[in-house]
């Protein structure tokens, strides 16, 4: 034998917390009319208790059908004042866990019933299967209720292609990187690049690849081509003591005299003329360019506009 109440609390396990004054059915729907117990509440702005009553107020919300007939809760609910002089929030409205939440006018389980309806079949056919099952929705809150959820967790696929790569925290796999090291080595031709391709296992068309390298085309990107040193660096380096340049500064004038070495007579004159000033030549100011600055160079494959039009030095040097 099970008592009443206990049928009850096993039917409405979310009116636990609520006072039940009366149930009774009305056009063929299941009335609850409830109110929430007198006990401390706390303020959802600054979570101080209080259970001073500024007023109430009903709200209706629609529960999962019972027996076949659909329940329309009649909730009584309090306004309390904050006693929190310093909280900015002068009155809050209590909400009942698990039953409420703000602006709701349905409990969380006729939510659950509607998001699954929504989710299964949405529109027109939404609303019939919902008719069926005692929610009256329009369209339109059915669609509500889909972009209201949370997206679904990603999941980490077992077999990747060979074409998949993930933009996402800049990781590559299969195939890309070696088009990637092919183009920094200077190798652009996508015909080209996609038989490579191919004999590494890729099964995609060539389109895939020249639509890949497009946006470099457009760039211009050098992946891996340092940036020429400027006349004015070079021509720093040359009339500057060389005990004064740093390590790399060293090295890439190094590099330069190698490809151009018409600049080192010149270079160690100047030098010398602009670390001795008393001893420069009549006519040679401090500000003067070296007789062979990297632009006046006879062989135009030695300036660094050379350089920036192949991305590496001159091999003609
Ligand atoms: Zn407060």
Not at 132 to 140: A, K
Request: hydrophobic share 35%.
């Amino acid at each position: 034998m099970i008592r009443c109440d206990e049928l009850v609390d096993d039917l409405f396990p979310h009116l636990s917390e609520l006072l039940v004054e009366r149930v009774f059915v009305k056009c063929g729907t299941v009335h609850v009319v409830a109110r929430t117990r007198d006990a401390e509440v706390a303020c959802p702005g600054c979570a101080v208790v209080s259970n001073r009553v500024h007023s109430t107020y009903g709200r209706r919300l629609a529960d999962a059908p019972v027996g076949d007939r659909p329940v329309l809760i009649e909730l009584t609910v309090r306004r309390l004042y904050c006693k929190n002089v310093r909280c900015p929030r002068r009155t809050f409205t209590e909400q009942v866990e698990g039953l409420t939440v703000r602006y709701g006018r349905r409990t969380p389980a006729a939510r659950r019933v509607l998001e699954a309806v929504a989710v299964a079949l949405g529109g027109r056919a939404g609303i019939r299967l919902a008719a069926v099952l005692h929610t009256r929705v329009s369209r339109t809150t059915l669609e509500r209720v889909v972009m209201a959820l949370p997206d679904p967790d990603w999941t980490v696929p077992k077999v990747l292609g060979v074409d998949d790569f993930a933009t996402r925290r800049g990781q590559h796999y299969g195939t890309k990187p070696h088009l990637d090291k092919r183009w920094a080595e200077g190798h652009t031709n996508a015909i080209h690049l996609h038989a490579e391709l191919q004999e590494l296992g890729y099964r995609g068309s060539d389109q895939t690849i020249s639509d890949y390298l497009r946006p470099r085309r457009r760039r211009r990107i050098r992946v891996a081509a340092p940036a020429p040193p400027g006349v004015r660096q070079v021509t720093g380096w040359m009339t500057r003591n060389p005990e004064h340049l740093s390590d790399d500064e060293r090295r890439k004038l190094t590099s330069v005299l190698a490809h151009c070495p018409e600049l080192t007579a010149p270079m160690s004159t100047s030098a010398h003329s602009l670390r001795s000033p008393q001893h420069a030549p009549a006519g040679t100011s401090k500000t003067e360019s070296p007789p062979c600055a990297p632009r006046m160079c006879p062989d135009s494959a030695h300036s660094p506009l050379a350089w920036r039009r192949t991305g590496t030095p001159s091999s003609r040097a």
